[in-house]
T-cell receptor
Framework: DAKTTQPNSMESNEEEPVHLPCNHSTISGTDYIHWYRQLPSQGPEYVIHGLTSNVNNRMASLAIAEDRKSSTLILHRATLRDAAVYYCILRGDSNYQLIWGAGTKLIIKP | EPEVTQTPSHQVTQMGQEVILRCVPISNHLYFYWYRQILGQKVEFLVSFYNNEISEKSEIFDDQFSVERPDGSNFTLKIRSTKLEDSAMYFC?????????????FGPGTRLLVL
């Protein structure tokens, strides 16, 4: 399975944009890039996913590098409720499961 | 908005006892999963289930574990003889279609404590 590398933790101020990086240098052509987050004491929650093009939804934006070896999750205006562990996960068309890394713990300072 | 539900939210059991964790996936979904998360550690895949059979399973999912979809709505994980190391948060998830671009929806989890 292709692996991802994320920083262990990041801090940001409330109401400022947050850019969470993810490296996936061994990504294959059919791997989708998924982002999930886990708020304290809750189940994982889908955030966004993409294949090649940048994606936007109501929660976040996903910027994918042209060579697809890295991506960045962008929270445009972080709130205290965005404090969570964010996971970058690659998922191929033949995979049913999600393979989880350690993720990035995002700390939001008021 | 439809959601995955899990019962019980907490379960305490004695080592060696059987436990059944229950999940109700989103109603039109076809693919079902169990994951676990030991306290302070990462989420680990246990098993996936489609068309009334196991699609994939990890090395954690040994003979002590089994899954079942006993009716049209429930999806269960049974641990036959619990060990101390089975203490963890267990998450059920589901999705409606196959493919790498499909979102998985997770339940709130069952916290299992084996004494």
């Amino acid at each position: 399975d292709a692996k991802t590398t994320q920083p262990n933790s990041m801090e940001s101020n409330e109401e400022e944009p947050v850019h969470l990086p993810c490296n996936h240098s061994t990504i294959s052509g059919t791997d989708y890039i998924h982002w999930y987050r886990q708020l304290p004491s809750q189940g994982p929650e889908y955030v966004i996913h993409g294949l090649t093009s940048n994606v936007n939804n109501r929660m976040a934006s996903l910027a994918i590098a042209e060579d697809r070896k890295s991506s960045t999750l962008i929270l445009h205006r972080a709130t205290l409720r965005d404090a969570a562990v964010y996971y970058c996960i690659l998922r191929g068309d033949s995979n049913y499961q999600l393979i989880w890394g350690a993720g990035t713990k995002l700390i939001i300072k008021p | 908005e439809p959601e995955v539900t899990q019962t019980p939210s907490h379960q305490v059991t004695q080592m060696g006892q059987e436990v059944i964790l229950r999940c109700v996936p989103i109603s039109n979904h076809l693919y079902f999963y169990w994951y676990r998360q030991i306290l302070g550690q990462k989420v680990e895949f246990l098993v996936s289930f489609y068309n009334n059979e196991i699609s994939e399973k990890s090395e954690i999912f040994d003979d002590q574990f089994s899954v079942e979809r006993p009716d049209g709505s429930n999806f269960t994980l049974k641990i036959r003889s619990t060990k101390l190391e089975d203490s963890a948060m267990y998450f059920c998830a589901s999705n409606g279609l196959a493919g790498g671009g499909v979102t998985q929806y997770f339940g709130p989890g069952t916290r299992l404590l084996v004494l």
